[in-house]
């Protein structure tokens, strides 16, 4: 039986039915091994303070892709691709949630209440480019998912996917300040991710002048085709600086999402990330037709894919989750 833990009584509901798994199938609970994320220095750490790395997946733009925003979908990432973390995307401009708060939001709530009974860690992203001009609506979005979730060990807050060319100090932190302050008020300690200049990959500027508050990280993005070393150099200036970083959205093409699927360099940021326990999502649960894709076309959003319906990306990045956090388990099962 699954069930829901909740972090501020220890309470647990049953929800859901049992599911009869074979052998290759993940039947470990990721929130169950870690428990309440915190940040550390310049690392996010497990409720006893050993670094906490989680490999998972992100969901594509909820607005053009929301039939992958399913309890299926969520549950077929943990059990066959051995996920320990789910990043729901929810668009807000281009007809997402400014135009249809109502829709889009429920589609965020499925996918969270789904992690929460599969005992994955989940990403609730405002997935923006000019958040800074929807601050107010992000303040009142968060304190109803810190309302509704603040008791969830699962649940970690991106508050701002991919910031444009803007000034951190003048710019962003002020606004992640402010939703930092509203989530606060509800919810005293889950993990919150803010996003940084130029796609979220100036993250020693963030480093420079970082936010005041408990379980604060940053966003770096990429995509390993476009950026390698040089943003590998600048990722581990903010670490020295003591700032602790997540790659809350990552693909193994070129930053357009299309092109080759560079295995050798998307290895070699992987290497990166493990030696210094940083957390990552690959973009994207999508069938959409780009190399960076996870899917092809028709992949049903009930899970149960098999092989052929997995891109060549897809089943790299699969069997780098299912060995990385899982060793026990074959990666090509």
Known sequence: MLVLACKSTGEKTASGNGVAMDSSKIQSIPVDQFGQLKVVGNTI?????????????????????????????????????????????MA??????????????????????AAIREGLYVIIDWHDHHGEQHQKEAEAFFGEMAQRYGKYPNVIYELYNEPLDVSWSVVL?????????????YDPDNLIICGTPNWSQDVDFAANDPLEGNNI???????ATTHRQELRSKALRALEKGIA?????????????????????????WQFLDDHHISWCNWSITDKNESSAALKSGASPQGGWQQEDITES???????????????HSPHN
């Open 314 to 328: 897809g089943l790299f990045v699969r069997n780098a989750i299912r060995q990385k956090n899982h060793p026990g």
């Open 45 to 89: 750490v497990d409720e006893k303070g050993n670094p906490a790395q989680l490999r998972g997946m992100s969901l594509f733009w909820s607005q053009w892709k929301g039939k992958y925003y399913t309890p299926e979908t969520v549950s077929w990432l943990k059990r066959d691709w051995g996920c320990t973390v789910v990043r729901a995307a």
């Open 92 to 113: 807000i401009e281009m007809d997402g949630y400014l135009e249809n708060p109502e829709y889009e939001k429920t589609k965020v709530i499925t996918v969270v209440d």
């Open 173 to 185: 932190k002020p606004y992640h300040q402010a939703v930092i302050d509203t989530i606060r008020h």
């Open 245 to 269: 970083l997540m790659v809350t959205e990552y693909g193994t093409t070129e930053a357009s999402g299309d092109g080759v699927v560079d295995k050798t360099e998307t290895q070699v940021w």
């Open 217 to 223: 990280a940053y966003t770096l993005h990429f995509y």
